[in-house]
C-alpha cells in the first residue's frame, strides 16, 4: 500500500523527476497534455510546487527535449568518418522516435538547450576529424540542419499518410494544370511516424546525399591543396 505525498511537503520532489513525469505523459498523449496540473497530478503534489523547479511550461519543455537529447548514444568509430556520422544521426534518430513530440519542440525553439550543443560538439568532432576543414564543417551544419537530431523539417506538411482514393481524386484534379504534381501525389509515399515524407527511408536517403557530397568536397580540397603551385 502506498502513501501519496503530502501537498504541502512534497519530499523528493526533484527537477529531474518532474522531467522524467513529464516526459512519459508526453509520449502517451502529447505535449497538449503537459500541463503543471496533470504532472502534480501524476505526481501527488501540489502544481504550485513545481513552479520552482521547472518554471512555466516553455521552460518545462526545454527540460524535456533536454533530458531526451541527452540520451542520444554516442557510437563507436566506424571505418570511416562518413558511416561514423551516418551512425550517429541513426542513433539521434531512434531517440526522436521514441519521443516523437520532440522534433516539433525543438522546431519551436530558436536556441538550442545545452544538450543539443554538447551533442552538435559531438558530431563536429566526428567531421573535423574526418579530415572536414572548420569551413567545411560549418557548411555542413547547415546542409545537415535537423537531420543532426534525427528529423527533416519539411518544406511543407503534407497531413501524413493519403487514403489512396483520395489521393487518385486529387491527382485527377490536379493533371490538367499540375501534371507532375499530380504524378507526385501517386507515385510518393507519405508516411511517416515523424510527419509528412519523414520516413526512415526518405531520412536515410537524404543523410546519405549530404554525406556523399560533404566527402566529395573533402577529397577535392585535399586534391586542390596537392596541386602544384597551390
Do not use: N
Not at 69 to 95: D, H, K, N, S
Not at 145 to 158: A, I, K, P, T, V
Amino acid at each position: 500500500m502506498t502513501t501519496r505525498r503530502s501537498k504541502t511537503a512534497p519530499a523528493g520532489l526533484s527537477r529531474e523527476g518532474i522531467v522524467d513525469v513529464a516526459i512519459r505523459v508526453a509520449d502517451a498523449d502529447g505535449t497538449a497534455a503537459v500541463s503543471m496540473r496533470r504532472i502534480a497530478q501524476e505526481l501527488g503534489v501540489d502544481p504550485m510546487s513545481l513552479y520552482r523547479h521547472v518554471g512555466a511550461k516553455d521552460g518545462l519543455l526545454d527540460l524535456m527535449t533536454d533530458a531526451v537529447i541527452a540520451r542520444i548514444e554516442r557510437v563507436e568509430p566506424g571505418a570511416t568518418w562518413v558511416e561514423t556520422a551516418r551512425e550517429q544521426m541513426l542513433a539521434a534518430r531512434r531517440t526522436v522516435l521514441r519521443h516523437p513530440w520532440t522534433a516539433e519542440v525543438l522546431k519551436a525553439r530558436p536556441v538550442p538547450t545545452p544538450a543539443a550543443l554538447r551533442y552538435v560538439d559531438t558530431v563536429l568532432g566526428i567531421l573535423r576529424g574526418g579530415g572536414l576543414s572548420p569551413a567545411l564543417a560549418h557548411h555542413a551544419l547547415h546542409a545537415l540542419g535537423s537531420r543532426l537530431l534525427g528529423f527533416s523539417q519539411d518544406l511543407y506538411d503534407d497531413g501524413g499518410d493519403t487514403d489512396p482514393a483520395a489521393a487518385r481524386a486529387q491527382a485527377a484534379a490536379l493533371a490538367p494544370h499540375m501534371p507532375w504534381v499530380a504524378e507526385m501525389v501517386l507515385e510518393a509515399s507519405h508516411g511517416g511516424a515523424l510527419g509528412g515524407c519523414d520516413d526512415d527511408a526518405e531520412f536515410a536517403f537524404s543523410l546519405d546525399l549530404v554525406l556523399e557530397g560533404l566527402e566529395r568536397h573533402r577529397v577535392l580540397a585535399l586534391a586542390a591543396e596537392a596541386a602544384p603551385g597551390a
